[in-house]
């Protein structure tokens, strides 16, 4: 049998990179061990946080799922730096995450173009450095076009609770080692990361009430009228959990200290490199001595789920000391526990083995997305998956990549910084990483996206007229702004953008006092609003900003051939030889961003660029 | 663009006659090319001076090792600790242009070619041995004429405005990494920076900006120097002035008016100073054609001073001359001369004692203090501080842009109205420039910065 594109995993950039491909009219296979597990959270029940939520707008804007799953999905929404600027607003969401999985898998029922697989993938098979197809561990093989690899913790996954280690990709799940033999052996860079999740609680062995009238835990809600993710969600969101704040204390401190030597992270017994955003208790404890507490996050898994998980807890200690730990904590004294934190270390490919596309450049038509390229998260994952699958789909048929700038997306950064500077640690997504912050915002994602996406063929008819209709109706506003006058404080008549330029004038207020009308939908109000006010307030900064972007991109448009001879450029140092040679950038601006470069090499490759080199 | 897998060799020292010259060799094969022209038997020991002898092209089978050039001290230093980062010998000569030249020739058919102009920085720099500032100031200190603008060239190529630009980052970098964390981790519980204490920040470091572009703009006088021009209305002693200054009598001084009719120049070592001092036509209102022309120039030559010597003769009332001279010169940077102090002053002659300089072009009374007050007008104080400064026009840009975005994020941060991400768009903007300045993209060591700092992440 024979599909254009296999998809490996159906963890949340499978599902984005099948439905892509499906989408672009592709025969999609995909190949899961479980249908239980499709789009799976088996760490943090949430999608969305800085940078992470514009991830997730980008994704949608562009037509992929994740946005209308949160949607469909949340149980608590909250717009973080809402007392910031417009530009590092970020929605997060609860997800019940049982819905979420059951919402993404109906969703890829209803394509017909997808076929699932249950069943463990085994080997890749290539013929001439060209992948042809995919051979199962149970024996039977499909061919195809293009295939994409998306094996989250699984490859060579171990998991580590304590002393105890368990081959495994995630809880309760067997690891991949016939696949991860596979890609060995077709030479990619490897390395070794790790990662955790904190334990499971139960909800009935907490007496929330008392805790929060005791004053142990805070309380809290989501926002009152919630933002939604998706560009196309219209119904009104609302918030149906709560979840807890509470500090560590110093017997949490002592516990640790007591039982270091048995965790993994601290005796030895784990090699690979964890997430420093995102440390463990262990490192919070041992590594910044002086903070007297931490923040825990008490949060429900679903609606219907007795499992709480304890954000900010995640360890590897054995299971008695977790329990004793988790007892330590105010409020918690007779919090059980459903199953234990734990560390699991994986596999993955140096992803400078990549082109901009997510194609490897050993094997053509084999692509990676997600963990295996060294990324952590749900939505950093999901937004490789949309990548490949597009990318994947564009080259059975023999058509460019889609690529996306850094001044155009977070997507655009987070595949540029992957593929020019690897990975030293699990990647994750900050709004610190964008050059170009002020015009990358969550109002303005579809501006920027859903005309790519409907390029690709991935924005249908229904979402592209919603699209141009909220483009016209910015525009009449804005017009709408210069033609009507007001009177200012000092009497004078003035337009309602001049007036607006003022850091304290707010155009809320403005329209409650009905100083200017305008064309508003309900349901994309709030950031509608949002986007008139910044594109008035901080036209200087925008501006300035898009003439800075412009400058820099004047390397981006200098490209680079493949198999350029990096060492035969006279000047260049072994070790940035070597570098260049690693990474093959495909641009000039690529080359200047990668770690170890120099200006003056810069400066050489531009002169040689273009130019016939000696052999 | 050269190529840089071969050797290089050039006479290291500038041309004509002195005490000694040098001939520096660079690439792979120095050691090598050192070794066939050298007379001495045991090879070169790295970083030390050894004393040996110079030998030309062996002539003929009866004189196989060639006749002596010239004894000569022959240092080695090995890669990559080098000026250029590669194998360099240097010969110290005796400073005959002949000898060596003879020694290049020898060298070149020893296997070296003979290097371009500014190919050793350009080899220093792309080994990494040299940074932009540095390369930049090589060429600066071979063309400097006084020791001082030797001396400031000199303190940039020992990286020490590199070190200063570096320190002035480090605490701007600090309070972006704080801001950075504010936005990134606004649910962490902490607070990384309030507003007003990133104002106080930002305004430190913009005033710590404003102290190296004050250095800059007397780094600039030293390195490119200063234009005096003489002014004043005929016949009030310029030339005699100019003469005074300029310490020879290239000016013709006579009596009569309208003397000088073209600009005349020189260039002087002004304590330190290369300046240029202008004397100028006198003004006054002529149908002299070639006079004309003369005060035509004069005013030209007025509008590109870096400062003005307006000269007034005490001995005469004020004229109609000077009064326009003088109005239309209010706004310049410019010194009242009031000139003769050794004849009486007329009785219609009235000028405020504390503006401008009294002085006698003539007995030379009073020139100290006036040599005093052009230096401290062009360069903000009376003697030159021996620190570092900037002397490059670029570098002067780059910095006075740095600073204008920090003043812009510390007003930004002062409202409490703007947003944390558009008083950073102005920092991330100094920072680039001062990035420029070096010539260093730094790579991204914020995170790095911030997660080693705080315990951040749930």
């Excluded at chain 1, 734990?342 to 083995?353: L, R």
């Excluded at chain 1, 200017?516 to 307030?537: G, Q």
């Excluded at chain 2, 480090?170 to 962490?188: P, T």
């Excluded at chain 2, 070592?269 to 209102?285: K, M, Y």
Aim: aromatic fraction near 6%; charge should be neutral.
């Amino acid at each position: 049998m024979r599909f254009d594109v296999i998809v490996i995993g159906a963890g949340h950039a499978g599902v984005e990179a099948a439905y892509a491909a499906a989408r672009l009219g592709c025969s999609v296979g995909l190949c899961t061990m479980s249908r239980d597990t499709v789009a799976h959270m088996p760490c943090n029940p949430a999608v969305g946080g800085t940078a992470k939520g514009h991830l997730v707008r980008e994704i949608d804007a562009l037509g992929g799922l994740m946005g209308r799953a949160i949607d469909a999905t949340g149980i608590q929404f909250k717009l973080l730096n809402r007392s910031r600027g417009p530009a590092v607003w970020s929605p997060r969401a609860q997800a019940d995450k049982r819905l979420y999985a059951a919402w993404v898998r109906a969703a890829l029922d209803r394509e017909p173009n997808v076929t699932w697989h249950v069943g463990k993938a085994g080997r890749i098979l290539v013929e001439h450095e060209r992948v042809t197809g995919l051979a199962m561990e149970e024996g039977e093989a499909y061919r195809c076009g293009a295939l994409v690899v998306t094996t989250g913790t699984f490859l060579n996954g171990l998991m580590h609770v304590g002393p105890e280690q368990r081959p495994a990709g995630r809880h309760g799940e067997p690891p991949s080692r016939e696949l991860a033999e596979s890609i060995k052996s077709c030479g990619f860079r490897a390395g070794r990361l790790k990662t955790g999740t904190p334990p499971r609680l139960h909800k009935d062995s907490i007496d929330f009430e008392r805790a929060v009238a005791a004053g142990l835990f805070t309380e809290e809600c989501g926002d009152a009228s919630p933002i939604p993710f998706s560009f196309s969600t219209t119904r009104a969101l609302c918030n149906q959990v709560r979840c807890w704040l509470l500090h560590t204390n110093d017997r949490v401190r002592d516990l640790v200290c007591a039982n270091i030597g048995r965790s993994p992270l601290y005796n030895g017994r784990i090699q690979g490199i964890g997430p420093r955003y995102c440390p463990s208790l262990e490192d919070k404890i041992m590594r910044f001595p002086d903070r007297e507490r931490h923040q825990i996050y008490l949060e429900p898994e679903g609606l219907d789920v007795d499992e709480i998980y304890v954000n900010g807890f995640s360890m590897s200690l054995p299971r008695d000391a977790q329990e004793q730990i988790v007892r330590a904590l105010p409020g918690l004294e007779h919090a059980s526990m459903m199953r234990p934190g734990y560390a699991v270390e994986y596999d993955f490919v140096q992803p400078t083995e990549l082109r901009s596309s997510l194609e490897t450049r050993r094997v053509d038509g084999l692509f990676f997305a997600g963990q295996i390229n060294g990324t952590s998260g749900y939505e950093e994952a999901a937004a490789q998956g949309i990548v490949a699958g597009v990318n994947a789909a564009r080259k059975t048929r023999g058509e460019p990549a889609m690529t996306l700038g850094r001044d155009q997306a977070y997507i655009g950064i987070l595949v540029d910084d992957l593929v020019t500077r690897g990975c030293l640690e699990p990647y994750r997504m900050f709004t610190s990483r964008a050059e170009h912050r002020l015009l990358l915002r969550i109002d303005n994602a579809d501006l920027r996206l859903t005309p790519v996406g409907r390029r690709m063929g991935l924005v249908d008819d229904a979402r592209w007229e919603r699209f141009e209709a909220r483009r016209g109706r910015h525009a009449r506003n804005m017009h709408a702004l210069d033609a009507t006058q007001v009177r200012s404080d000092r009497g004078q008549r003035l337009p309602v953008r001049t007036l607006l330029r003022q850091p304290d004038v707010r155009l809320e207020r403005l329209l409650e006092r009905g100083c200017v009308e305008l064309d508003l939908e309900p349901a994309t109000r709030a950031l509608d609003v949002a986007s008139l006010e910044n594109d008035v307030k901080y036209a200087g900064y925008v501006k300035q900003e898009a003439a800075h972007a412009e400058r820099l991109t004047r390397d981006e448009r200098r490209r680079i051939p493949d198999g350029f001879p990096f060492a035969r450029v006279p000047g260049l140092s072994r070790e940035i030889v070597q570098r260049l040679s690693e990474v093959q950038p495909e641009t000039l601006g690529q080359a200047s961003r990668i770690p170890g470069m120099t200006p003056a090499a810069v400066a050489v490759l531009g002169v040689f660029l273009g130019r016939s080199l000696s052999p | 663009m050269f190529s840089t897998d071969d050797s290089i060799v050039a006479i290291a020292t500038p041309p004509g006659r002195g005490g000694i010259g040098v001939v520096r060799v660079s690439g792979s094969s120095a050691l090598e090319i050192a070794r066939r022209l050298l007379e001495c038997r045991t090879p070169l020991e790295p970083r030390r001076a050894t004393y040996t002898r110079a030998r030309g092209l062996a002539s003929s089978a009866t004189a196989p090792c060639g006749d002596v050039l010239d004894e000569v001290v022959a240092t080695y230093f090995p890669a990559p600790h080098s000026y250029t980062g590669e194998h360099v010998v240097e010969i110290s000569a005796h400073g005959s242009p002949v000898v060596l030249e003879a020694i290049v020739q020898r060298a070149i058919t020893a296997g070296a070619r003979l290097a371009r102009p500014g190919e050793f920085t350009l080899r220093a720099f792309l080994n990494g041995k040299r940074d932009l500032v540095q390369a930049e100031a090589v060429g600066d200190l071979i063309a400097a004429a006084t020791p001082l603008q030797a001396r400031v060239a000199f303190d940039q190529l020992e990286g020490t405005l590199t070190a200063r630009i570096a320190a002035i980052d480090a605490q701007l970098f600090d309070l972006i990494a704080r801001l950075e964390a504010s936005l990134d981790f606004s649910d962490e519980g902490y607070h990384f920076v309030e507003p007003a204490e990133a104002a106080r920040a930002a305004a430190c470091v913009a005033g710590r900006v404003s102290e190296l572009l004050c250095d800059g703009r007397r780094g600039r006088m030293i390195r490119e120097g200063a234009t005096v021009v003489v002014a004043g209305r005929t016949n009030v002693g310029k030339s005699s002035l100019f003469n005074v200054l300029a310490g020879n009598e290239r000016a013709i001084v006579t009596d009569v008016a309208g003397t000088t009719r073209d600009l005349v120049t020189e260039r002087i070592d002004f304590d330190g100073l290369a300046l240029t001092i202008v004397d100028t036509a006198g003004w006054r209102e002529t149908r002299d054609v070639v006079e004309r022309e003369g005060v035509e120039r004069a005013v030209r030559a007025q509008e590109v001073a870096d400062l003005l010597l307006l000269v007034l003769d005490r001995s005469e009332p004020l004229t109609r001359d000077d009064e326009r001279l003088l109005a239309s010169t209010n706004d310049r940077a410019r010194i009242v001369v009031v000139n003769k102090s050794d004849c009486a002053a007329a009785t219609g002659f009235s000028w405020p004692n504390d503006d401008g300089v009294l002085v006698s072009a003539r007995t030379g009374a009073g020139i100290a203090a006036l040599r005093q007050a052009i230096q401290r007008a062009l360069t903000g104080s009376e003697a030159l501080r021996d620190t570092a400064a900037i002397s490059n026009t670029r570098h002067i840009a780059l910095l006075e842009e740095a600073r204008t975005r920090l003043t812009s994020a510390q007003r930004a941060a002062e409202t409490g109205h703007t947003p944390e991400e558009f008083v950073l768009a102005d920092l991330q903007a100094a920072r680039e420039c001062f990035d420029e300045v070096v010539g260093a993209r730094t790579p991204d060591d914020l995170l790095e910065h911030i997660f080693s700092t705080f315990c951040i992440g749930k």
